[in-house]
């Protein structure tokens, strides 16, 4: 099993629905961080947590939510979704304890489409 | 943290090296070097990271120059699974962002 699980992997719905994009982890870290990434693009911060009561907002927050569940659930809401919003969505945790490194741990990713 | 440029596409031979180069000419002295790459559209992978000393890893070798303005990424024997994108990130000791680039995708070719 994935150390890192983004549910659902895909999905498409409408403009101005509420859409919930869950991520949990396996690895016991404490950081968690939502991406996005566009076509041909890299990807860009939207939101996150150095633990379950550090919520933080990244370069494009605007338009969407987070709640940190727990330190292993971090979940990313989009409450009216629009076309715009319509990306593949990272979530990836790293280990404050090893904060030189940089590595990231990233899930498998959620690609979602806003008709 | 500092910007890095890097070329768009590369290609490279099966089996042979491949040189990734990355220019960070504003990094300062706290700044590492970090490589992720991207395979299709999975989440990136760490590959490695530096700060000033050559680094080597079982996935890749990192060379930094000596004005640290510059550094490249070395995949020793390429295959076909390398096939990807590479993004080179500058990122300060006490930042907690990757601030991920169009990165080069290199294309390694039987």
């Known amino acids: 099993d994935a150390d890192v699980t983004q549910t659902p992997r895909n999905r498409i719905t409408k403009t101005g629905k509420r859409i919930m994009l869950e991520c949990s982890q396996t690895?016991?870290?404490?950081?968690m961080y939502w991406y996005r990434q566009d076509p041909g693009l890299g990807l860009q911060l939207i939101y996150y947590?150095?633990?379950?009561?550090?919520?933080n907002k990244g370069e494009i927050s605007d338009g969407y939510s987070v709640s940190r569940q727990a330190q292993a659930k971090f979940s990313l809401s989009l409450e009216s979704a629009i076309p715009n919003q319509t990306a593949l969505y990272f979530c990836?945790?790293?280990?404050?304890?090893?904060?030189?490194?940089?590595?990231?741990?990233f899930g498998e990713g959620s690609r979602l489409t806003v008709l | 943290d500092a910007k890095t440029t890097q070329p768009t596409s590369m290609d490279c031979a099966e089996g042979r090296a491949a040189n990734l180069p990355c220019n960070h000419s504003?990094?300062?002295?706290?700044?590492?070097v970090y490589w992720y790459r991207q395979i299709h559209s999975q989440g990136p992978q760490y590959i490695i990271h530096?700060?000033?000393n050559n680094e080597t890893n079982e996935m890749a070798s990192l060379i930094i120059t000596e004005d640290r303005k510059s550094s490249t990424l070395i995949l020793p024997h390429a295959t076909l699974r390398d096939t990807a994108v590479y993004y080179c990130?500058?990122?300060?000791?006490?930042?907690?962002?990757?601030?991920f680039g169009k990165g080069t995708k290199l294309s390694v070719i039987p």
């Open positions: 990836a945790t790293s280990d404050a304890g090893t904060t030189n490194t940089g590595e990231l741990f």
């Open positions: 690895k016991g870290h404490d950081r």
């Open positions: 947590s150095f633990d379950v009561k550090d919520i």
């Open positions: 504003t990094i300062s002295g706290n700044e590492y």
């Open positions: 530096g700060l000033k």
């Open positions: 990130i500058v990122k300060g000791a006490g930042s907690y962002q990757l601030t």
